[in-house]
């Protein structure tokens, strides 16, 4: 029995078109002791800031994803926690947790470190480096070595150390550093379609950003003053147009710590308000009306159920 004509086999639309540069698209972990620049390092791989930043340790809490898209390639980079070595509260094991994850799940590692230097806390996070995955050697921060002649012994103690995929020393303030970083990720991301659209940043919302840039905010003004267990949560996040409304409370664990954020004649509080909604219209596009509560929660860094209130994973 005869059947009907067939044209030509449509194109399968899962396929790349014949000469078309294969898609790339994989994790990438960005991973170190506090302090070392990972945030930093992301917001310049990204191209726009996605992560907060700050001088005071263990700012980063969560798994923070940027998107960034070139050519044919697709970086999805993940930030982490600055792995704690030095306290066992609920807080640091649970970011500890989200260190641990992220490692099993990415295709390739940026073990960030402090160019000529290397440490106790270093030597810790550099023993979660996973043996399967190609782990690149980050050498940041190096605009502030003063010799780099004396880099030459330090790298051979850090090959002794781990046998890193390559080293690459930088500065992530510095485009051209940032951009030869991307190139030489790109061979290691899989060959396989990309995860999110061209024009995407980041998967997290615009309500989890506010609380970031707000906290980014609290602690870059309080200084040393104020202890890291303390955190920001948005209690309302209204879209009308283009204008957003936000309330968000400031959660510290004492009344003295309170005082601190409020300042005399609430100036400090204000002053962290008005930054932190400056830079929220830009990230957002919009008008943004903030208001900003502190509130007293005892404890809440060493309580399991109040961390995943707060939405620490």
Not at 10 to 34: H, K, M, N
Not at 147 to 157: I, N, V
Request: net charge neutral; glycine share 8%; hydrophobic share 40%.
């Amino acid at each position: 029995m005869g059947g009907a004509a067939s044209g030509p086999a449509e194109p399968d639309p899962r396929r790349p078109l014949e000469g078309a540069p294969t898609q790339r698209c994989g994790l990438v972990a960005i991973v170190g002791r506090p302090n070392v620049g990972k945030s930093t390092l992301l917001n310049a791989l990204v191209g726009q800031k996605v992560s907060i930043t700050s001088a005071k340790a263990q700012t980063t809490r969560h798994r923070i994803t940027g998107i960034r898209s070139i050519d044919e390639a697709q970086f999805v980079f993940v930030d982490t926690p600055g792995f704690q070595t030095q306290h066992a509260a609920a807080l640091n094991r649970t970011l500890n947790r989200t260190v641990h994850s992220v490692l099993a799940d990415v295709d390739v590692v940026l073990f960030v470190v402090e160019a000529g230097r290397f440490g106790l806390d270093d030597a810790k996070v550099l023993a979660l480096m996973p043996a399967h995955k190609p782990v690149l050697l980050i050498a940041n921060k190096l605009d502030t070595v003063v010799r780099r002649a004396d880099l030459a012994p330090w790298l051979k103690g850090m090959q002794d150390r781990h046998a890193f995929a390559q080293f690459v020393p930088l500065s992530a303030k510095k485009d051209k550093d940032v951009q030869r970083l991307l190139g030489i990720v790109k061979p290691y991301l899989p060959e396989q379609t990309w995860f999110y659209e061209e024009d995407a940043l980041t998967d997290r919302s615009d309500r989890f950003l506010a609380s970031e840039m707000i906290r980014e905010k609290l602690f870059r003004l309080t200084g040393d003053e104020l202890p890291y267990t303390s955190t920001v949560v948005i209690d309302k996040y209204e879209e009308a147009g283009n204008l957003r409304r936000i309330a968000a409370s400031i959660v510290v664990e004492r009344d003295a710590h309170k005082g601190m954020i409020i300042g005399g004649g609430g100036e400090r509080l204000k002053r962290i308000g008005s930054e932190a909604r400056q830079e929220l219209e830009v990230l957002l596009d919009a008008k943004v009306f903030l208001e900003l509560w502190v509130k007293v929660r005892s404890g809440w860094a060493a309580d399991e159920e109040h961390l995943r209130t707060y939405g620490y994973e």
